[in-house]
């Protein structure tokens, strides 16, 4: 399932949540991280590093789901 924000009129795809505390100020090293999720952006939220896409298009995708009987 794909998770999404939407912030400032722009819906983001959230790759991967790392905790300011893990950083502890290394930017470069959240960089790292970034690149290599291949993500654009990075979020802060609350005491959240948010690592994201951005979102340039949408295709909403009806599915079926089936239901299970017990």
């Given at each position: 399932?794909?998770?999404?924000?939407?912030?400032?009129?722009?819906?983001?795809?959230?790759?991967?949540?790392?905790?300011?505390?893990?950083?502890?100020?290394?930017?470069?090293?959240?960089k790292a991280w970034r690149d290599r999720?291949?993500?654009?952006?990075?979020?802060?939220?609350?005491?959240?590093?948010?690592?994201?896409?951005?979102?340039?298009?949408?295709?909403?995708?009806?599915?079926e789901v089936e239901l299970l009987e017990?």
């Amino acid at each position: 399932m794909v998770k999404l924000i939407h912030m400032n009129d722009t819906y983001y795809q959230l790759v991967r949540t790392i905790r300011v505390s893990q950083v502890n100020g290394n930017m470069e090293g959240l960089k790292a991280w970034r690149d290599r999720l291949f993500c654009d952006h990075v979020l802060k939220y609350q005491e959240n590093y948010l690592v994201v896409r951005k979102v340039e298009e949408v295709e909403i995708i009806e599915e079926e789901v089936e239901l299970l009987e017990k």
